[in-house]
């Protein structure tokens, strides 16, 4: 089993700046790539930002020139650094792990963080 901690979120003004982490924890061989997602009220989750194991990355357009993924693979912690802040950036955020055991691929899901962005 894998288990996805985050941490970060919060409430911040529009133009402001958040940090969020995550790190996996549990069994497996490697893990093949970190993501970020958010969900707004009403509307569907969403990918903001991916990083694979190569450190290869891709954003939404919505976040690019804003949001800055990166990941420590010695700590297995992925991290999303969000600056300009927009109300439109608020929602829940969920930290996702593509996950190597064996020859099976696991997607494992954190808990969610919220980030609110005021006006």
């Known amino acids: 089993q894998v288990q996805l901690v985050e941490s970060g979120g919060g409430l911040v003004q529009a133009g402001g700046s958040l940090r969020l982490s995550c790190a996996a924890s549990?069994?497996?061989?490697?893990?093949?790539?970190m993501a970020w997602y958010r969900q707004a009220p009403g509307k569907q989750r969403e990918l903001v930002a991916k990083i694979t194991d190569g450190i290869s990355t891709n954003y939404a357009d919505s976040v690019k020139g804003r949001f800055t993924i990166s990941r420590d693979n010695a700590k297995n912690t992925v991290y999303l650094q969000m600056n300009s802040l927009k109300p439109e950036d608020t929602g829940v955020y969920y930290c996702n792990a593509d996950v190597q055991r064996a020859s099976l691929r696991i997607i494992y899901w954190g808990q969610g963080t919220q980030v609110t962005v005021s006006s």
């Open positions: 549990g069994t497996f061989d490697d893990i093949n790539a």
